[in-house]
Nanobody
Framework: VQLQASGGGSVQAGGSLRLACAVAGINFRLYTMDWFRQAPGKQREFVSA???????NYADAVKERFTISRDNVRRTVYLQMNSLKPEDAAVYYC?????????WGRGTQVTVSS
């Protein structure tokens, strides 16, 4: 199972970024996909999840600013991040579980300047 995240970068507060995570090695359409993030000195935290049925959850901190979506043909999950704040700065990881194991992408850095 391979997860490859991309799309991170540096933006000013109020800006937008779109993250993508391409997945290989599983029947993508059958799996819930998640985004997590980890800021320096902090624990990794949940950001958003999307199920195979497109049921979606967001952390309170990102509700109404972030949008998760998936493209089962491209085997990719996306995270559209708008109105970015300095506290959103972190390494963002995509994640899924397969046969009881957790799989993480390598992470993509998001930097937000005030």
């Amino acid at each position: 199972v391979q997860l490859q995240a991309s799309g991170g970068g540096s933006v000013q507060a109020g800006g937008s970024l779109r993250l993508a995570c391409a997945v290989a090695g599983i029947n993508f359409r059958l799996y819930t996909m998640d985004w997590f993030r980890q800021a320096p000195g902090k624990q990794r935290e949940f950001v958003s999840a999307i199920s195979p049925e497109h049921n979606i959850n967001y952390a309170d901190a990102v509700k109404e600013r972030f949008t998760i979506s998936r493209d089962n043909v491209r085997r990719t999950v996306y995270l559209q991040m708008n109105s970015l704040k300095p506290e959103d700065a972190a390494v963002y990881y995509c994640h899924t579980r397969h046969q009881g194991r957790h799989y993480w992408g390598r992470g993509t850095q998001v930097t937000v300047s005030s």
